[in-house]
């Protein structure tokens, strides 16, 4: 799927949340990777923070963001697998935003080719909640690397064709 020339580019605001209970602003590589792929791209990051893995922590960060007008959309790393401290999808969940069920399934296709059977084990997801999408992924570097040049590289480029979710941005609350 080609990337159509012709088109403007335009860039989005993203914030990203990186979600641990070990990880410091000194030794947050996954966001760090994020933060250089979408600079990289030509998109301009809006926000970035580091929170605990608590759900009601989680939920405040995000309506704050969503409700913020210079966030389109927000990338959150960690918090998606299945041990008890994992509660980022179930925060996202808690936004009663719209599932968008392709990226987890289209994530976890691109991660089998790389990792396995071991991709059942994530639990990636988005949404879309009050025109702001939302996108969860795992925490480690080659996940987020995985999303983004898989995934988020070209449905974050307006030139992308056939479609992308930089167009529909301005329906998203209709």
């Given amino acids: 799927m080609p990337i159509d020339d012709s088109r403007p580019f335009k860039p989005v605001r993203i914030a990203l949340l990186t979600i641990s209970d070990s990880r410091s602003a000194a030794d947050d590589?996954?966001?760090?990777t994020l933060e250089q792929l979408l600079a990289e791209a030509g998109h301009i990051l809006a926000a970035?923070?580091?929170?605990?893995?608590?759900?009601?922590l989680i939920v405040s960060r995000l309506h704050n963001w969503i409700d913020d007008p210079e966030v389109d959309v927000v990338i959150t790393t960690g918090g998606t697998g299945l041990t008890g401290r994992d509660v980022t999808p179930e925060a996202l969940h808690r936004l009663d935003g719209k599932d968008i069920p392709g990226f987890g399934e289209l994530f976890r296709w691109l991660s089998y080719q790389k990792i396995g059977t071991s991709t059942i084990q994530s639990r990636a997801c988005a949404i879309v909640a009050r025109g702001t999408y939302i996108f969860a992924l795992p925490g480690s570097t080659g996940a987020v690397k995985d999303a983004w040049e898989g995934i988020l590289a070209t449905q974050l480029d307006s030139r992308y064709r056939p479609?992308?979710?930089?167009?529909?941005?301005?329906?998203l609350t209709e």
């Fill in 48 to 56: 970035r923070a580091i929170i605990k893995d608590e759900a009601d």
């Fill in 29 to 32: 590589r996954s966001g760090d």
């Fill in 163 to 171: 479609c992308n979710f930089v167009e529909l941005m301005p329906r």
